[in-house]
Structure formats: C-alpha cells, structure tokens
C-alpha cells in the first residue's frame, strides 16, 4: 500500500511540475502525445523544463535529489539545458533530528555518546541528501584528543531507497519500451547505475577507503589535504575523520585578502586532478565547491581541502591511454588518430567507415582551434565527441563519462580563479610523460618484475601443464585422434623400413670384410 501511495504522489509531481511534457511528447504512440498536452492545460509551465525537473527532484526527497546529481553526469545522454540545470542540485537538503543521530551513533558502537566521544556537537555542520555531519572530539589510541568531523547516515536510507528504485525500474521499463529515444537514452542502464552509487555510498565504510587511499596516492605531492580516517571509529552507518579547517574555494574574495595565490591555486587544481587521473587511475569525483576548501593555516597555507569520498573514479591502463592519446592526437589536428582510436577501443561498430567518423570528429574539434589554448575546454571537448559518436551507436564507458564531468567542474573552478588558466599547458606534461612510459625498457622492465613472482611459480610447472594440455586436447579430439594413430603406424613403418636399410647394409659390409680378410673362400 505505501509502495502505491508513493507511486501516486510521484505521478502527482510529474504532471505537478509538467514533467510529463519531458516524456510523454517523445512516445511512439499519438495518443500518448495527445494526453501528455491534455494534462498540461490549465497550469504555469513558463519555467524551463531544466529548472522544473530540478524543483520535481528536490520536492520529491533526497533519494531523487541524489539521483538528478548522478544524472547529471550523463551528459552524453541529456540535453545542454537539462544537463546544467541538474548541476545545480547540491546537498541542500534539510538535516534530520539529531537524536535520531545519536541513536544511529549509540546502535553502532554500542555504546553511550559520552562514553565515545570527549565531547559531541549536536548542532550538524553539513546536511546531505545521503548524510549529515557533526563535529566532535575523541581520544586517539596514544591517548591525545584530537578534534574530528562525525559523519552520520541519514536512518532507514536503504527501506526508502529500494522502494524508489523499484519505482524507477518500472518507469525506466516504460521509456524503454515506449519512447523514441529509449534505445539511445538507456533508461534501464542508468537507473542500474544509479543504483550502484547508492548502494556503494550507504556503506560508509568504502567512503572511509577511498579518502585512505586517495590519501596515500597524495602523499609527497604537498598539493592537498585529505582527512585521516580514525578507523577504530568506523562503521557502515557512522565513520569519524579528521577535522579540517579552511575556507570554501567559492568564497574567492576572501582568499584574496588572507594572501592567497588565487592563479597558483588554480593551476595546483589541475595539477592535482591530472595526477590522479594519469598517474593514478583513481581521481575524486565529486569535486564541486561545496567538497573543496582552502588552508589558511601556517605550515599548510593555501593548500586545497578535499572533502566526501562517496564518488570516485577509476581508469585501467587501456582507459588512460584512450584518453592519452585522444588528446594528443586533438591537439594535432589528427582526426583520423581520433577516429581510428574509437573504432579500436571496441566502442565503436566493426563496420564504421572511418573516414566518416573523421569527418565527424573534424566538425567537432576543428572550430577549437580559432582560440587560443586557454580558452580551450577539455571537457567540452570530450562531451561534444561524445554527443557525436552517438550517431555512430558508440557505447560511452561510464568511467570516462564520470571523467568528462569532473574535468567540466575543474575546469570551471580554475577559471572561476583565473580566467586566464591554460589548461592544455599543465595537462600536456602529464601526457607527454604518460605515453613516454609506455614504451621503453622501463616500462617493459616493470611489467615482468611485477609478472615475476607469477612466473617463478609457473615455469616449474610448465612441462606437466603442457603434457597434461596435449594429452587433454588428444583425448578431446577424435579426428586428432585418428591423425595420431596414423602418425604412429606411419612411424613404425619407416621404423622398419630403416632398420632393415641398416641391416642389409650392416650383412653387404660383414661381406666385404670377409672377402678382404679371406680372399681364397
């Protein structure tokens, strides 16, 4: 029963905000069409639709706000205007009740507040649609207070999320089958997506993994700061981190006046996100300004603060070096390289004509290079290659799509700090030096000392493996069988052959001798 009343209030929304004119005008049948101008009489839907989708999001609660922001990096699957408007939704949502968190913190650890923390804050600092944030103090295991941030999950997430999903899943099934672009658009595979973000985000545990990590991947650059995971304080519904202090990169004004580089911090952005990406394989992908502050503090001023972990992306080697050398063989002008290196990606159909595909990638890359390369966009580069191989029925990896995202917002962060940010000139080293590695002694020298404990273990093996193999594929194979049978037949046969050759030869020379020896006989 709550499953129809939650159906009947999210159709009330959509047709509440005009929704159905962003589905129901593109169905195959006329007179789905007509309903959907039917339903739209008599309401106010002079707001664009990018805007009245947001609003529907964020009335319709935190589960579908989470799911616009997740949408929102599918820009090769939404229109400009839907895409940017989506963008927007940042964690705005109300907090809950803090004893329902203390609750939550009490069950987790089973123990008393007070018996965990030296002191709690009950006042949250931060709401999410996912979670919300406490400040609180502890005592470590050598026994210091240190001053942490306590992240708490917002209660009964998974009971809610499953319920709107299965929702999503059924109104996905709907598109699918009954939209013109519902081939195109994926409904079915993004909700799949989005529900693997869910579900990764409500074990805060993998967030605390992933600030480990990213932590250690920093370490040595002296570019960012990335909290301390107090794991003895860990669990799926709660993890406590360190507290970082600084001020919120939007707040550009501000950083000015305490003496902050604004240009350096800038290109350290780039640096930062390259690094991650090129050298990592592992980049924080939810890098908008509400997750980035900046030190003020003396030994680590004007250092940028990352902040929530729930998204990350990764990259394989194949994945770096698509991206290697699609921007190389762009900043060349070789659009044919582009072309070829979609079609070799798989991405792309076996029977696309390249030299079509390069006149695609042609239109879309050449207008570029009329500006100068600061005012070049990576990220609007990647997107609009995107958008184009859809004629090509390209299937976007959704790691390089997360990728294109992140790029788009450091992208607009640097040049919200410095409008005249080149970025091509931090990113080209990195590339240069990427594909550098890739061929050469080094590169094959690492490959077989990290293959070696492998292939110590193996080579011993290797004659047992083979016979075991042969004899395997021979009792498999009745026509290999067969030829073997006949191999030996053959075999004895020239075996007979030959030691009679060697036995006549061997009765023609006792002959000879004896005649030498006994000439009279």
């Given amino acids: ?71 929102s990096t599918r820009r090769d699957l939404l229109a400009p205007d839907i895409a940017e408007e989506l963008a927007k939704l940042q964690d705005r949502v109300p907090p809950f009740a803090t004893a329902i968190a203390v609750q939550t913190i009490e069950r987790s650890f089973g123990r008393k507040l007070d018996e965990i923390f030296v002191s709690f804050e009950h006042e949250p600092v931060a709401s999410a649609s996912i979670a919300q944030v406490h400040f ?19 209660p009964g997430m998974l009971t809610v999320i499953d319920k709107d999903l299965s929702l999503m899943r059924m109104l996905a099934g709907w598109v699918d089958r009954l939209s013109v672009d519902g081939k195109r658009l994926k409904p079915r595979e993004v909700v799949a997506e989005f529900d693997k973000y869910l579900h990764d985000e409500l074990d805060l545990v993998r967030e605390a993994a992933n600030a480990a990590q990213l932590r250690r991947n920093m370490e040595g650059l002296d570019l960012v700061l990335i909290p301390e ?85 990764t990259l394989t080697e194949f994945d770096k070096e698509y991206l290697a050398q699609n921007f190389t063989a762009f900043f060349r002008r070789d659009y044919k390289r582009v072309a070829e290196l979609h079609i070799e990606s798989g991405w792309v159909p076996a029977d696309t004509r390249v030299d079509e595909l390069e006149s695609a990638v042609r239109a879309v890359c050449e207008p570029y290079f009329d500006r100068p390369l600061k005012e070049i966009s990576l990220g609007m580069v990647l997107m609009r290659l995107f958008q184009t191989s859809r004629r090509f029925n390209v299937e976007i990896q959704p790691q390089l799509v997360l990728l294109q995202k992140t790029l788009l917002n450091i992208e607009g962060l640097g040049r919200e700090l410095d409008p005249n940010l080149d970025l091509w000139s931090t990113a080209k080293p990195f590339l240069e030096k990427w594909m550098l590695e890739q ?60 030691w009679t050759g060697f036995g006549f030869l061997a009765g023609m020379a006792v002959m000879q001798l004896i005649v030498h020896l006994f000439p009279f006989i």
């Fill in 136 to 154: 609180a103090v502890i005592q470590d295991r050598s026994g210091q207070t240190r001053e942490v941030a306590v992240k708490v999950l917002r």
């Fill in 1 to 71: 029963m709550s499953r129809l009343f939650r159906g009947v209030f999210i159709v009330f929304i959509v047709l509440r905000y005009g929704l159905d004119e962003l589905v129901l005008n593109s169905f195959k049948s006329p007179s789905l069409r007509l309903l959907g101008r039917c339903v739209s009489l008599g309401r106010n839907l002079q707001a664009p639709r990018g805007q009245r989708l947001r609003e529907a999001l964020e009335r319709l609660g935190p589960i579908f706000v989470k799911f616009g922001q997740v949408l």
């Fill in 229 to 313: 995971m107090f794991w003895d304080f860990c669990h799926t519904d709660v993890i406590v981190m360190e507290r970082m202090k600084g001020v919120p990169i939007s707040q550009i004004e501000r950083l000015r006046e305490a003496g902050v580089d604004v240009s350096k911090l800038a290109r350290d952005g780039v640096t930062i996100f390259f690094t991650q990406v090129f050298r990592d394989g592992f980049f924080h992908a939810d890098m908008h300004p509400g997750n980035i502050q900046v030190s003020l503090a003396p030994d680590t001023f004007g250092r940028y603060v990352s902040l929530d972990f729930g998204i990350v992306g």
């Fill in 439 to 498: 061929v050469g002694p080094k590169k094959l020298w690492d490959q077989l000392r990290a293959e070696a404990p492998r292939y110590a273990k193996l080579l011993p093996e290797m004659p047992r493996l083979i016979h075991d193999f042969l004899k395997h594929r021979q009792s498999d194979n009745p026509a290999l069988q067969a030829l073997l049978q006949e191999q030996r037949r053959t075999n004895q046969l020239l075996q007979r052959l030959l």
